[in-house]
């Protein structure tokens, strides 16, 4: 099983990525389970600059492939998948 795991850009990554001080502006995080994940996904959105919300890659019991969720913050600032779906 995939642990679940957030890949999102911030001001500082996307700074040391332009700067030549990494090899990514992507961070990534992994978390035991999805539960912890939701857990900290409101901290992670809040620092995130992608465009794109922050994607979520993981494994669901009984399926081949990785299951992907783009979510973002809605206008009452909480949550919320914007698009989901297999790789």
């Known amino acids: ?4 795991q957030l890949h999102y850009i ?3 990554s996307d700074y040391a990525y ?3 001080q990494g ?3 992507t961070v990534v995080e992994w978390f ?6 939701k857990k900290n996904l409101k901290r992670i959105l ?6 794109d919300g922050v994607c979520v890659l993981r494994s669901r019991r009984g399926e081949w492939g990785e299951w992907f969720e ?3 913050l809605d206008v009452n600032d909480k949550p919320v ?3 989901k779906g297999w790789n």
């Open 1 to 4: 099983m995939i642990t679940p």
């Open 10 to 12: 911030t001001k500082e």
């Open 18 to 20: 332009w700067h030549g």
């Open 23 to 25: 090899k990514s502006d």
């Open 32 to 37: 035991k389970t999805y539960r912890e994940l």
């Open 46 to 51: 809040d620092k995130s600059i992608d465009a």
């Open 70 to 72: 783009y979510w973002k």
């Open 81 to 83: 998948i914007d698009r």
